[in-house]
């Protein structure tokens, strides 16, 4: 446990030292596709030039174009982002609401670029960006959670209607948004906005152990994540083999 309090203290601390402004990428856009963009991105600013007034309009025209490859999209879309114009910033912003599929996360990460890079040469302030897989709002990330049932054995319906209880209660009174939880035989997921100052290891902490006065039925070890969501697959995976490493250390 020591471990893992290590991590949340040091996973707090980190926002409690940002100077400046910080934004969060609200849209849930994979990892592996951020770092795409970012490399991708970074090379169009170097070797693009400032934007034209005819560069401007055939960029937007291409973009509601169906015919516009995804390749070329997503290097209009950067190209704009890079731009550090007004214009392209409003229409990256128009253009995300009716995106094509194919580049819709590339679209919401040119807006994010556009936006931070707009606000730091008008003000002073620092802008700090901050991506996670599941994204966020506001000043909350959003995180997946897991807490199995102690011994694998099924929650009892006086046991679900507790943790239906202590869970919202708790996340509420802390200013955390819960969007999602769901109660399943051995396990609980819950998807749910976190402040990012907050020490969300004493409350969860908290929670199980509330809920545990009523018969000791949650496990004080759970998965906590804000790269995806666990597939039920990948849960129930994850629990046999919990439940056989604790087999095998008994």
Known sequence: ?????????KFRDSFSKIDGR????EQRVPVELQMEYFKYSERIRKERGELTD?????????LNDEETSTEYKRYVLSSLAASHQVRAYRALEKYVNHSSEDVTDWAYMALMESRISLESELSEEKQ????TGLGGRGEKLRFYMMFPARKNVPFEAYQRQIIEREFPYNFEHEECEMERLTVHDIF???VVLVPVRLNIKNLLDKIINECNLYGNFLYDSYTITNVKELTEEEVRELLKKKNGDNQTSD
């Not at 446990?1 to 203290?9: A, C, L, Q, R």
């Not at 005819?54 to 291409?62: A, G």
């Open 1 to 9: 446990m020591k471990d893992k309090e290590d991590i949340f203290s």
């Open 22 to 25: 910080f934004h969060i990428l």
């Open 54 to 62: 005819i560069e401007y309009d055939t960029f937007v025209e291409t």
């Open 128 to 131: 700090v960006y901050i991506s």
């Open 188 to 190: 609980v997921e819950i």
